[in-house]
């Protein structure tokens, strides 16, 4: 009896895989250029929703400044200039002489204040200009009781010429006594109108007008003449 063969057996035919299937395990690049695209697409979207957001943002109002450098002068801050010197009562005027001769007038000493420049205070009248020997005419000028600021001092005169001294006493030293003594202010030659400007204000309760080189009269000869003395602050 004879033996039957066993059935041979079937084979399939190998599953084949259509080139660009993302299934295809022999073809990584396709899948990664897809992931790529679809990386980028949404990338893309994100970029736009920010924007869209960001404009759409409520902005504060804003104002257009000029960042410009202003150098005009503000008027609120202007620079005040300082008032012009007004005028300081006198309390007093009395004539000094270095050498007590008398001829220093002393009982006309009050017209170089009394506010009349047609009158004047004088000296004796001298045949030399130059005083030696101690000799000076001058006058006190007395402020009062309290030290007051005195920036300028003018003086009226008819003589022209020699010098008169401007003098501030030492304090506690009678003007009277020592009227060259002090501070010396300034010195000038009398004209019709002699200023005496002081740069640094000085606080006194006196001033000394004191002469040792006497201006020329109008009549001839060397004598001090003031017609008006006027103390300002």
Known sequence: MSETPPPAPQTQPP??????????PANPSQAESRFTIIS???????VFVVAMLVWMWPR?????????LDLSTDPNMAIVPEAEPAPIPIAGVTSVSGIKDGWDHPEL???????????????????????????GYGLVINLGETPVRVRKVVVTSSAH???????QPADGQPA??????GTLLGALPLSNTTAFNL????????LVLWSTNLPTAPGGGFR??????????
Do not use: Y
């Open 199 to 206: 740069d640094t204000p000085v606080l006194t309760k006196q």
């Open 161 to 167: 010429g020699g010098q008169l001294e401007l003098r």
């Open 176 to 181: 009277d006594s020592q009227p060259a003594g």
């Open 109 to 135: 000493a009050g017209l170089a204040a009394d506010g009349k420049p047609e009158t004047s205070w004088r000296t004796a009248s001298m045949r030399d200009a130059t005083l030696v020997g101690g000799r």
């Open 40 to 46: 980028v697409v949404q990338g893309i979207i994100a």
């Open 60 to 68: 504060p109002a804003t104002t257009n400044a000029k960042h410009s």
């Open 15 to 24: 599953q084949t895989t259509a080139p660009g299937d993302p299934g295809d």
């Open 224 to 233: 001090l003449m003031i017609s008006e003395v006027q103390v300002l602050g």
